[in-house]
């Protein structure tokens, strides 16, 4: 099992940045994948950008140029830097970890943070 807290939330101005952090309570190293999702008002969780343990990344193409995600193993964390932040921006951001667990089966387990307020004012 593994906890997840985010900071770095908050408001910013149409054009600005704001980072994201995710802190595991365990090491990330074997973590298959891990990712921020956000969600508006009213609308379904939406991935934004993910990262596997190799370092491979996948972005929204919404967000593709202006947010970068990286992880730091050492410090058992996961970020997210973003730029030319825009109004639709405005969401809950959440930190996710996908596990995947080969024994006798496969098992597959999602863990959540409990998300991260960020607003964009035009």
């Known amino acids: 099992q593994v906890q997840l807290v985010e900071s770095g939330g908050g408001l910013a101005q149409a054009g600005g940045s704001l980072g994201l952090s995710c802190a595991a309570s365990r090491c990330i190293f074997s973590i298959n994948v891990m990712g921020w999702y956000r969600q508006a008002q009213g609308d379904a969780r939406e991935l934004v950008a993910a990262?596997?343990?190799?370092?491979?990344?996948r972005y929204a193409d919404s967000v593709k140029g202006r947010f970068t995600i990286s992880r730091d193993n050492a410090e058992n964390a996961v970020y997210l830097q973003m730029n030319s932040l825009k109004p639709e921006d405005t969401a809950v951001y959440y930190c996710?970890?996908?596990?995947?667990?080969?024994?006798?089966?496969?098992?597959?387990?999602?863990?959540w943070g409990q998300g991260t307020q960020v607003t964009v004012s035009s």
């Open positions: 996710n970890a996908y596990i995947v667990e080969v024994t006798a089966t496969v098992n597959e387990y999602d863990y």
């Open positions: 990262i596997t343990s190799s370092g491979t990344t």
